[in-house]
């Protein structure tokens, strides 16, 4: 790729912003901001900045402004979708600096943070008062709030207690021209229009987040786990729908299908038996409630035609079975050499029949998909197996994954439940909305954004360019290092 | 310019504005056309589901055509299993619940007057009741909305599952939006299980610091209400705890909060069904009474002053005035009938900023027009009015969709 050259000027008054040791901009350096979580599609920026307050976010997004170029905002790049993947001679502004903890108020439940901190260190500050914060995407231990806000991002525990959205009270942006604004506030619905709700899951297009003051929870009396085996996918869909409909709200429900239960066992010697699918459910909340719910949850996985219900004797045991599930994603590389993962929602109440659908699709394309996902909401993470040094087996991994997702749309659903759009999922936009649905959103970002200076390039669909294809997963340096894993 | 509906009579008035024509589209595509046509002319309109929200927001500054949402009533799609709604913006949310009834589902949104709101117009308004403390309000609920632009264009965003992060939120955008960027056409919802159980239980006297305290403590002793609401009476105030759920979570939950009174020194008092029945029922009254309403908010840890010097001298201006506060989510209701509207402006106004130093708001959702005359509904411009009129801008450039109703003359 080419480099665009930025004049020296504007480095230059960047580094007077920020510091010269925090502005990058010499090739070996700038290689490390090419991509997100998505490591195979790159772009080399023509500039990294970073900022430690708002006053110096505003002043680079000013001094970019005025150069006419465009801004990509950045947290950990943990992202799945190339969201925080730079764009031709943009300038990165990376929050990765701005991690203080603003302000703890535990009688109102709330904490303010820079975007910076990472969201598992927000519980972390908060856990000796008996509070957590809810959303819990598997990379917490490395996401960034800041990317939390811009992806909504969700967890295995959001069927309960809801995605990122559901717990973000109020947020300094920093817009186009270095505009401050505060959304949101310390008392519920501001008179107005409810801006905030729209920049969270705007993917860093409207504007960079610089504060953001979170929703905290109290931690949960009692928390109950089953562990259930079934025949096949069939029997596990219909355990799902069984527990929903008799009025139960599980914390989590997870579903995985043989490939991904021996993935796991291969992974971890855990003595997981061979069987078509495996549910692992939570539930929390108050002792007798709790009780009472898993209790009945059990009965109808047994009515639903359950194999073996295992219940942890203790807390080791249970988070045995968690990282059980956990290590599934990971693990496939013990089963596959290698394989890309898919992220579409499908309502719940079709899970069997639509794994059937994909089975059939896989078998078609003469390749294996494992499933492993959060069936409480219908979020399903097909992973497409297949070997890249056999010839054209890539590209039918790639076809299939975008078939996945034309079949989740057709069902009702949609092309991601929580990795987002970004540069990946701009073309399969045009499946799930037409012309003017998009406009609509187009003007909202108008309003925000009116030269499109945030991320350009992102969510809306174009044509592709030749040369630009969905790519393989690869893992991602993180899960090498082995800090986080994937679901 | 062809006639689209009916003559306006002052039976159609909104806050005495009364429109040039009145028209009742039966389907959204028929929505579609008559917004088509208002952009085609240039004439201002403005949406009616229920009319219970109408003294919400200031007069509109012009007003051509009225559109009443009454007819478009349907519930599209009903899916038990998935535990979702699509249904037309005119249903009054209480015929949806009863749609929904039978299927032991329920949509957990519970404002005042539900038999006549309309969920557009609950949607439109961001109305909810005491169940927010649970479920959360509006936004927390809607998962897909179809609206028709000022442009006649039809458009949709969101979906129809609960997971979805496809795309900017525009439904979430339209919530509470007042009918001033687009008809809400139809709305998908998350609906809820209706619970087994269901109880309420009184702590019949507490002062304003009690209430706060004994919020604050819930959380601490593991109390998971539904609901959480206090109404005055008198000096102090009545809280009634709603609990729902499963038998056996419900009869613990009670018992935790008779030992929680017990041990801060309050007396309680269980509900039977028809007691609870007329508490909620008197919660409603205080909420939908009176010719002037206002909405308050604070951080819950503000409700002492926010009551000191917001709600009491407000309420002090009313005469036969009510008041309901949710003490978990920092919002009061007051209600009453103003005897001198320029002291009735006045306790707004520095219950305003009474409120606003803590972060708060005060909006006025009706009052006489003498009042009107000395207070703007809304308050002073919140800090991101101009971003608001950009966004407004770009989705109603003519300023036709009830202009002047909103916040900053929006
Ligand atoms: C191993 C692994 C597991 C994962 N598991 C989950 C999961 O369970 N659930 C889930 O939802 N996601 C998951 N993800 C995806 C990813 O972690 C989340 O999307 C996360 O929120 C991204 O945070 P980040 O700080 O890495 O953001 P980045 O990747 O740096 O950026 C993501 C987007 O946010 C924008 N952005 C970043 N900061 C700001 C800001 N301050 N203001 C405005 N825009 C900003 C960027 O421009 C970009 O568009 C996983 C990723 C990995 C690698
Ligand atoms: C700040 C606030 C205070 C409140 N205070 C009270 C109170 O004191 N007492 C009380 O009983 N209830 C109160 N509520 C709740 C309210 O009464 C209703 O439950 C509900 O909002 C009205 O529904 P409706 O169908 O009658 O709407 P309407 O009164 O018909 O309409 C409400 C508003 O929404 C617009 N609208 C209606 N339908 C549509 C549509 N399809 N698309 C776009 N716009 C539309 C209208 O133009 C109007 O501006 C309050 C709500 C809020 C937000």
Known sequence: MVRPAVAPDLVHRMAAVVGAEHCISDPADLLVYECDGLTHGRTTPALVVLPATTDEVARVVKLASEAGLPIVPRGAGTGLSGGARPVPGCVVVGLSRMTRVLGVDLENGTIRVEPGVINLDVSRTVQAGGYYYAPDPSSQGVCTVGGNVAENSGGAHCLKYGFTVNHVLAARVVLDGGEVVDLGGPALDPPGYDLLAVLVGSEGMLGIATEVTLRLLRKPEATRTFFATFPSTDEAGAAVSGIIAAGILPAAIEMMDRLAIAAARAATGLDWPDVGAALLMDADGATAEVEHVSRRAVEIARAAGALEIRIPRDEAERQLMWKGRKCAFAAMGRISPNYLVEDGVIPRSEIARVLRDIGRLAEEAGLRVANVFHAGDGNLHPLVLYDARAPGEEERAAALGREILRLCVRYGGSITGEHGVGAEKAAAMADMFGPDDLETMARVRWGFDPRGRFNPGKVFPTPRLCGERPGPYQPHPLELAGQAERW | ?410
């Open chain 2, 1 to 410: 310019m062809v006639a689209l509906g009916r003559e306006g009579t002052p039976a159609d008035a909104i806050l005495g504005v009364v429109p040039r024509e009145v028209v009742e589209p039966a389907t959204l595509d028929e929505a579609a056309e008559v917004l088509a046509a208002c952009a085609r002319d240039g004439r201002a309109v403005a949406f009616v589901g229920g009319g219970t929200e109408l003294e919400l927001g200031a007069p509109p500054r012009r007003l051509d055509v009225l559109l009443r949402t009454a007819r478009l009533a349907r519930v599209v799609e009903h899916a038990p299993a998935d535990q979702i709604a699509v249904v037309e913006a005119g249903l009054p949310l209480g015929e949806l619940q009863r749609r929904l009834r039978p299927h032991r589902q329920r949509l957990a949104l519970d404002p005042p007057l539900a038999e006549r709101a309309t969920v557009g117009g609950v949607v439109a308004a961001n109305a909810y009741g005491p169940r927010r403390h649970r479920f959360g309000a509006a936004r927390d609920l809607v998962v897909g909305m179809s609206f028709v632009r000022a442009d006649g264009v039809l458009a949709k965003g969101g979906g129809k599952v609960v997971k979805n992060v496809a795309g900017f939120d525009v439904p979430r955008l339209l919530v509470g939006s007042l009918g001033t960027l687009a008809l809400i056409g139809t709305v998908t919802f998350r609906l809820h299980p209706l619970p087994e159980a269901d109880r309420t239980v009184l702590v019949p006297m507490l002062d304003a610091g009690g209430l706060r305290a004994l919020a604050a403590a819930l959380g601490q002793a593991q109390l998971e209400p539904s609901a959480a609401a206090a109404l005055l009476t008198g000096d102090g105030f009545q809280l009634a705890l709603r609990f729902e759920g499963f038998p056996p979570g419900v009869a613990e939950q009670a018992q935790r909060l008779f030992a929680l009174c017990e041990r801060l020194g309050h007396g309680v008092e269980p509900l039977e069904e028809e007691g609870a029945r007329a508490f909620w029922a008197r919660h409603n009254a205080a909420r939908s009474g009176g010719a002037l309403r206002a909405r308050l908010t604070f951080p819950r840890t503000g409700l002492e002053p926010a009551e000191r010097l917001a709600l009491r001298p407000l309420l002090a201006s009313l005469g036969g005035a009510a008041a309901a506060i949710y003490p978990t989510l920092g919002v009061a209701f007051a209600s009453g009938e103003p005897a001198d509207p320029g002291a009735a402006a006045r306790a707004v106004t520095e219950a305003r900023a009474a409120l606003a130093a803590a972060g708060g708001s005060l909006v006025v959702g009706a009052a006489p027009a003498e009042v009107r005359a000395r207070v703007d509904p809304w308050g002073p411009p919140p800090p991101g009015l101009s971003l608001m009129r950009r966004v407004k801008a770009q989705l109603d450039p003519e300023e036709r969709l009830a202009p002047g109703r909103f916040v900053g003359g929006i």
